[in-house]
């Protein structure tokens, strides 16, 4: 009974342990194979495009889906059912924080409806942005939200997670031209994996050797009067292997072609850019040497003009120094002296005194006519011979009893100014006096 129970024991066991078993091995056969999808990638990029036909880049694609739906969850709905999900709608929450992502346009294209079509249009885009291995990396540091969409044994669970970053860093360096309305989109059936790519069995030399020693036992056992004509078998496989050996060799120079072509291309291409580089610098340098002439001969004429308008403004000023010199001669020789003004100012208010006087008591004048003549008159004793006796005659009449007054300063202004000198000639021209009556009325004019 005991060994009964061991047995069981075992067998309970062995059927837990069959399970992880079978998820480790899945786990590490899809993380494998996406190592190996990601070489064939990088190396056939080297010589073409890798675009929606490439059968390298459809195996890529088919590997990340298996990746990303490994162990998804389902979505529960209101009635307890539990409806299959895609990976878009984990990437469309957990991809959120990548600056610049591309989840909106992915979501507002108009000929992607399904979420699988989605999910594989965001691979597409992602690549060709080059930012693949940034969103599956910050997928990842969300773990609450993985833990969320995920079960347990899922890839993006365990340890492969940080693997699957690494190896998609490498794809950045891959220039990717999708066309996002080809039938790759359609999300109607499940991606599948082709492994016959990367399964290639590679015979060693010990076993090569082992199976020619035995087709050479069953050859001379077959019959005892077997000639060496009859003795096929080993030149056989010694054909085969040198065959196998020859097309190898081919294979690599093939390749070794293929790579040499790419390089003479590349090549060419670069020395093409280079002779475009050197005729634009050419260009630009001709260019820099005429803006240097260019500028050289507009400064030179600015200076040029700058000197002329320099002499210019040392003539004006020159001129204009000389006009103040003349106008002030002029104007020195126009007028007479201090001294000759004062006389001419004493024997006008003389004059007016007397004529004041004379009119006052008249209580009017009798006409212009006669205020000029008396001025001429004035005028006429001006002159240098008469102003001594002018000037005693003003004097004795200003002694006679009368008292200075201020008030023909207020008609005729200051006589030593030259326009009060000039007022009196004005009033020849006026047609207007104001009346003895009305003036006598104002203190200025009453005579104390």
């Known amino acids: 009974m005991a060994s009964l129970g061991l047995g069981g024991l ?11 078993r079978n998820a480790a091995v899945e786990r590490r056969n899809l993380i494998t194979v996406c190592r190996f999808s990601v070489k064939t990638l ?9 675009d929606d036909t490439s059968p390298e880049f459809n195996n890529f694609a088919a590997i990340l889906e298996q990746i990303l739906s490994h162990r998804l969850k389902g979505q529960i709905t209101w009635f307890g059912y539990e409806s299959p999900r895609s990976f878009w709608d984990y990437i469309r929450v957990a991809c959120r924080k990548v600056s610049h992502n591309c989840i909106c346009s992915i979501e507002n294209m108009e000929n992607v409806s399904s979420s699988r079509a989605k999910g594989r249009a965001w691979i597409r885009v992602a690549l060709m942005e080059k930012h ?79 199976d020619e020693e035995e087709l050479r036992t069953l050859g001379s056992s077959g019959s005892e009067g077997s000639t060496p004509e009859n003795i096929g078998p080993p030149f056989i496989t010694d054909e085969n292997s040198w065959y196998n050996k020859c097309k190898r060799v081919e294979q690599k120079y093939r390749l070794a072609l293929e790579q040499k072509g790419y390089l003479e291309e590349l090549v060419r291409l670069r020395e093409n850019q280079l002779s475009e580089s050197v005729s634009q610098n050419k260009l630009l340098l001709q260019r820099i040497e005429d803006m240097d002439l260019a500028h050289k001969m507009e400064k030179e004429q600015l200076e040029y003009i700058i000197v002329e308008l320099q002499d210019q403004l040392t003539v004006l000023k020159n001129n204009d120094l000389r006009s103040r010199q003349e106008l002030t001669t002029h104007l020195t020789n126009q007028w007479p002296s201090p001294g000759a003004l004062d006389v001419n100012a004493v024997a006008l208010d003389t004059l007016l005194y007397r004529k004041h006087i004379q009119q006052w008591d008249e209580k009017s004048f009798q006409s212009l006519d006669q205020l000029s003549a008396e001025v001429s008159l004035s005028q006429s004793s001006l002159d240098p011979g008469h102003s001594q006796d002018g000037k005693q005659d003003g004097i004795n009449l200003l002694n006679e009893g009368k008292e200075d007054t201020p008030s023909l300063l207020g008609l005729c202004g200051s006589l030593t100014s030259v326009a009060s000198y000039k007022s009196l000639t004005s009033l020849k021209s006026s047609e207007y006096l104001a009346s003895p009556t009305t003036e006598m009325t104002s203190p200025g004019l009453t005579p104390s």
């Open 10 to 20: 075992n067998v309970s066991a062995r059927r837990k342990s069959v399970p992880s």
């Open 132 to 210: 693949l291995s940034e969103y599956i990396s910050t997928a990842l540091r969300d773990f609450k939200t993985t833990r969320r969409f995920y079960e347990d044994g899922a890839i993006v669970l365990g340890e492969e997670a940080n693997m699957l970053a690494g190896m998609l860093l490498g794809l950045n360096a891959i220039d990717f031209s999708f066309c996002l309305k080809g039938e790759g989109l359609d999300g109607s059936y499940p991606a599948v994996i082709d492994y016959t790519p990367y399964l290639k069995f590679t015979q060693s030399s010990d076993s090569i050797s082992s």
């Open 42 to 50: 990088i190396d056939r990029s080297c010589f073409e495009t890798i």
